[in-house]
């Protein structure tokens, strides 16, 4: 009887077989059943049919038990196993660990018998599979076992309570594929530590959406912070904050920072002493007519206005711009100037106004224009501000400056007040 192969590619020696020959014969043998263990590395540019040769150890991918598979694909790769010479590859019955160490760049990549289906291999991943005589099967086991920077999950990962960290100050990226969602099935969902930022990224143009129940229920988004600490809400380049109401409007979000207030000229009075004269300028019949102050072109004269500041108030300095209309048509320039004092509950306002600031504007050459002078420098309001105080402020035209050109009265229509808030409402 001659000598068999069984279908790893071992040599069954017949009785009375080989004479002289058992020694070389069964430590090639051997050989192979150490081939069976082994190791090979494979590289996957091209598709690739494993063998399992009879009788000899030169070539043993199709017999090796870990096979690591290497290389970019560039275009769909297949893997197959086929049977060693003269046996069907029905045959074979033997596991693998394959660990897919390739770069598919959107490729596939699939371990199949010659003619069967397999199954689809994973970038990065690691696979315990086996050969049941008929196709590759996929256990599944350790198909979560990566390497550390592309973990990939084949299935569900229950880390019973423990966390995922990355122990080298590197990020973990959670990112479906194509239109794939990330969904987080918890209660509670804590990002970040004790002590780092949490960033939450979209990748490419995607929008960071916070939702309940896809929208479905009346369930609330709320971001909180449990320490005193701000939320900062931060657009990238020209972009603005934005909310939308009830009725599905959507407007920019109001941030403390730079407010006005403006006081028309019927808002203020002329002073005791010195004061600027009220009057009235009518245009042309039934068109807007203008209630002013009139200040001399020849004398400082001087209005007053206060208020009672808003508590989102910084409590810091502030600015101002002068509207106001010619009385005549010169072009020379005319000089206002602003001080303010703050007075507390309870104590005289019989105080010094803080320093003025002035701002000059040049007149415009034609009468009942409307002009409008530039933003003046920073005003630092007397007085020590506080919330509850009361302000009041002091505007007048330096006509005894020698800068001051401008011949006939300065008619003023009001003036706009800027002032920085640091809160978001005045309760």
Not at 76 to 101: H, M, S, W
Not at 175 to 195: H, M, R, S
Request: proline share 3%; net charge negative; charged share 15%.
């Amino acid at each position: 009887m001659a000598s068999t192969y069984n279908s790893l590619g071992y040599q069954l020696m017949a009785t009375g077989e080989n004479a002289g020959t058992w020694g070389t014969k069964t430590n090639t043998t051997l050989d192979e059943l150490k081939d069976t263990f082994g190791y090979v590395s494979i590289a996957m540019t091209a598709d690739r049919t494993l063998t399992i040769p009879n009788g000899s150890t030169g070539t043993y991918d199709g017999r090796a038990f870990i096979i690591e598979l290497t290389g970019t694909l560039g275009g769909t790769r297949v893997l197959d196993i086929a049977a060693q010479a003269g046996d069907p590859a029905a045959n074979i019955e033997k596991p693998f660990i394959v660990y897919d160490n390739t770069t598919h760049s959107g490729d596939t990549l699939t371990f199949k018998v010659t003619g069967q289906t397999g199954f689809a291999l994973t970038e990065g991943a690691t696979y315990l599979c086996y050969h049941n005589g008929t196709d590759i099967i996929n256990t599944g086991f350790l198909a979560a076992v990566v390497d550390d920077t592309s973990p990939q999950l084949g299935g569900n990962l229950d880390v019973n309570g423990n966390d995922i960290v990355s122990t080298s100050n590197t990020d973990i990226d959670i990112i479906p594929n194509g239109t794939g969602d990330v969904n987080l099935g918890a209660d509670t969902v804590q990002v970040g530590d004790n002590n780092a930022n949490a960033t939450i990224t979209t990748q490419g143009t995607g929008d960071l959406i916070l939702n309940t129940n896809n929208g479905t229920n009346s369930g609330n988004v709320t971001i909180a912070d449990g320490a005193n600490g701000d939320i900062t809400i931060t657009p990238d380049g020209t972009g603005v904050a934005k909310a939308v109401d009830a009725a599905d409007a959507t407007g920019a979000i109001k941030i403390a920072g730079k407010e006005t207030i403006f006081i028309p000229a019927q808002g203020m009075f002329g002073t005791t002493t010195n004061g600027a004269n009220a009057d009235a300028v009518e245009t042309t019949a039934t068109r807007p007519e203008l209630k002013v102050l009139d200040f001399d072109a020849g004398t400082a004269e001087y209005a007053q206005f206060s208020i009672a500041m808003p508590k989102s108030w910084d409590l810091g300095t502030v600015t101002y711009q002068v509207f106001w209309s010619p009385g005549n048509t010169d072009t020379g320039n005319c000089i206002w100037g602003l001080q303010g004092v703050s007075v507390a509950n309870d104590a005289t306002a019989d105080i010094a106004f803080g320093t003025a600031v002035e701002v000059t504007d040049a007149g415009g050459g034609a009468v009942e224009d409307v002009l409008v002078s530039s933003v003046s420098g920073a005003i630092t309001v007397g007085g020590s501000p506080a919330d509850d105080y009361y302000t009041f402020f002091q505007l007048y035209r330096d006509a005894a400056d020698g800068s001051d050109t401008f011949t006939g009265d300065a008619r003023l229509l009001g003036i706009k007040l800027f002032y920085t808030t640091d809160a978001a409402n005045d309760a």
